[in-house]
């Protein structure tokens, strides 16, 4: 070989091998500041700094970050957020680790540009704030899709997932209201993983008694492989951080009379914050290389038929509502795969489940703890259940099939398991799930049925996290992601429509998201076609439920006797298979 070729070889091999997991970086970022002493008049906090040192810590000591850059108090501002996102870009490459952290305040800003009118923001030191628009601008410069923002503010939630949160009053009209939606899909970050302390409409609490804020706290303490390494390989996933994290979370605001639910959106599968991070392969890039060059591929596809035509500009907007405190189940999503129904067939010899969830999520390789599985479903019992025909030869087809109870399987991590089914009513849902749901009533035969729902647990499911999948009976396939400790029970909620249908789930506030109304008249008058509950109470969170909708845009939702009192965005659009998650702000109380 000659001189220029040799050269040239090792020249490709020493690019090739830089750029290997071998020598991929741990990055961290890390914003807290409490406020104090500002000239913006925003109010201070307590433990954001705190919160911060303690992040700081945790990436160091568990995570073996290679490199963690801290800003606290009056070095948080938008120039200097948008100057280090700046310079991580400029550093990363594709395969590095980036975990980016936030503690302090959240608000919400109309804004007729933005998804749903409203525009969230990070609370930054002095103005501009920073806008979610903001961020995903900055993001998008990041090439490592192993990055992961962790917010700890109040609804960060709504940065995370479509709609818009913030604390302070929701500007709404005083003479009416909004409806402000809160799909699955998320709008910004693409490639990026995003954790918020709580859902979009909850605060994210300090406990005096930790010393730091709820989350965090608990966040911090994942990162420690003796407890958040559920599946036992001696390092800690961002999901199983989460799923860990989250369990105490919910708990401990339980403990409290609050709720804090922590959400999680993106591609977290297979990102190692923390334990034994070992160095993978050759062979094991060239997979990963494989893998990344056929999503880029699909992507640019995709991205060549459908353009955001949009323009991107940086917020500095001077007058902003602002957050009084900082105060910021896992979130599961439910996948339609194809309305078809078919029989499900009796299993005989279930095998045991194998972890992991996906390909990328590390496996277990020597444990053989495992835990439990609670699944709160409301999937209902009789096949006559939820939905009305006048087709004749459906009427037929529906008598038939008789009052029979539908048929549940169980796949965990791809594999059919044994599994305990019970049917509950209102009831009894509400004991086990907490949440007050109108199951409603079937007819069969002149005769009037309660519905019930389905309640399903599994035993000895090695821990770790899986994925779980349900098939029912005139149901579209349900996915939940699920993490399982060991000698522990976990437990999940999830939503479900028949094939065909979707789902409605909201809660009524007045003013802000600290003053749910409960006993507030909600109803959807343009309903037809399925024999279920459309009208209700919320109940003591404010909370209201209309299941197995036929799929329109163009349903309408009132909370209020006053027939003339209108909301903004009060039409909605239901999807087969979807839960449409929204919330109603009143201005006033209207009975």
């Keep these: 070989m000659s001189r220029h070729g040799k050269i040239l070889g090792i020249t490709i ?64 501002t938008a120039q200097n ?81 479509k709609g818009s949160r913030g604390m302070g009053r929701v500007p709404v009209r005083s003479n009416g209201g909004t409806v402000v939606q809160n799909g699955n899909d998320s709008l910004y970050f693409e490639n990026k993983t995003l954790i918020s302390s709580s859902a979009s409409n909850e605060r994210a609490f300090e406990l005096d008694e930790l010393g730091h804020g709820l989350f965090t706290f608990w966040f911090t303490k994942s990162m420690n492989p003796n407890n958040g390494d559920l599946n036992g390989d001696h390092v800690v996933s961002v999901l199983e951080a989460f799923e860990w994290t989250s369990k105490r979370v919910r708990s401990e605001s339980k403990k409290k009379r609050r709720n804090q639910n922590p959400q999680i959106v993106g591609s977290p599968s297979g990102i190692l914050i923390a334990g034994n991070i070992r160095p993978r392969s050759i062979e094991e890039l060239e997979v ?205 909620f999830t939503i479900a429509s028949l094939a065909g249908y979707g789902s409605i789930q909201g809660k009524v506030f007045r003013d802000n998201y600290d003053s749910p109304v409960k006993g507030q008249k909600v109803w959807l008058p343009t309903v037809k076609g399925v024999n279920q509950i459309h009208t209700m109470r919320t109940t003591s969170d404010g909370s209201f439920w209309f299941l197995n909708l036929p799929p329109s845009d163009d349903y309408q939702l009132k909370a209020s006797i006053m027939e003339s009192i209108s909301l903004d965005n009060e039409k909605l659009n239901v999807r087969s298979g979807d839960v449409l998650r929204l919330d109603v702000v009143l201005g006033k109380n209207f009975r």
């Excluded at 073996?64 to 108090?73: H, T, W």
């Excluded at 310079?87 to 305040?105: E, L, P, R, W």
């Design 81 to 161: 957020m948008k100057s280090e996102l700046k310079k991580v870009a400029s550093i990363t490459k594709k395969n590095d680790t980036v975990i980016i952290y936030f503690s302090g305040h959240g608000t919400v800003q109309k804004d007729s540009r933005a998804p749903n009118g409203m525009r969230n923001y990070l609370i930054m030191y002095e103005r501009p704030h920073v806008s979610d628009k903001n961020l995903d601008v900055w993001l998008k410069k990041i090439k490592s899709n192993k990055t992961v923002w962790i917010f700890d503010a109040c609804f960060s939630g709504g940065i995370v997932k």
């Design 288 to 492: 990963e290389e494989q893998k990344t060059f056929k999503k880029d591929t699909s992507r640019q596809h995709t991205n060549e038929q459908t353009k955001d035509k949009g323009t991107v500009t940086t917020t500095t907007e001077e007058s902003v509502t602002i957050t009084t405190k900082k105060e910021i189940t896992v979130q599961m999503t439910v996948e339609t795969v194809a309305p078809e129904v078919v029989e499900i067939p009796v299993v005989e010899k279930p095998s045991r489940p194998a972890d992991p969830v996906t390909e990328e999520e590390p496996s277990a390789e020597i444990s053989t703890a495992t835990g439990r599985l609670e699944i709160i479903t409301t999937i209902l019992q009789s096949r006559q259940a939820g939905r009305t025909t006048m087709d004749s030869r459906q009427v037929m087809k529906m008598k038939k099939l008789g009052n029979v109870t539908r048929k549940i399987r169980v796949q965990v991590s791809g594999n059919i398991v044994p599994a305990k089914i019970e049917w509950v009513d209102r009831n009894e849902l509400k004991k086990v799930s907490g949440e007050d749901i109108p199951l409603g009533f079937y007819s069969f035969n002149m005769k009037r049925y309660k519905n019930r729902v389905a309640v399903i647990t599994i035993e000895d499911i090695p821990a770790g996290i899986h994925e779980v999948v349900i098939e029912a009976d005139d149901y579209p396939l349900i996915k939940e992601r699920v993490g399982v400790e060991k000698n522990a029970q976990s437990r999940v």
């Design 13 to 76: 091999f020493m690019i090739f091998f830089l750029q290997s997991p071998v020598f991929a970086k741990r990055i961290g970022l890390i914003f807290g500041t409490d406020y104090r002493g500002n000239a913006a008049g925003v109010p201070a906090l307590e433990l954001c700094e705190k919160d911060a040192r303690l992040m700081e810590q945790a990436l160091k000591r568990h995570g073996k970050f290679d490199y963690v850059k801290v800003l606290l108090g009056p070095r948080v």
